[in-house]
């Protein structure tokens, strides 16, 4: 079965940004995202279709788009 989470670190490479990066992006809202036990993931296909849309800021977490 394929993971459907991925870890910061993971979509950093994924996007070819830093770690920090995407932490900054998780704190001021701009990409969706989810905590588990206090780790931030997040889920491939609402990351997939964050970006289809283009990566606008005004996003819900992943609580809210269920």
Request: no cysteine; net charge positive.
């Given at each position: 079965?394929?993971k459907i989470t991925?870890?910061?670190?993971?979509?950093?490479?994924?996007?070819?940004?830093?770690?920090?990066?995407?932490?900054?992006?998780?704190?001021k809202g701009e990409?969706?995202?989810?905590?588990?036990?206090?780790?931030?993931?997040?889920?491939k296909p609402t990351?997939?279709?964050?970006?289809?849309?283009?990566?606008?800021?005004?996003?819900?977490?992943?609580?809210?788009?269920?």
């Amino acid at each position: 079965m394929e993971k459907i989470t991925v870890t910061v670190n993971e979509l950093a490479i994924l996007l070819g940004v830093s770690n920090t990066t995407i932490y900054t992006m998780t704190r001021k809202g701009e990409i969706p995202y989810a905590r588990l036990r206090g780790k931030i993931i997040f889920h491939k296909p609402t990351i997939e279709n964050w970006l289809i849309n283009g990566a606008t800021k005004n996003n819900k977490t992943v609580e809210e788009v269920k």
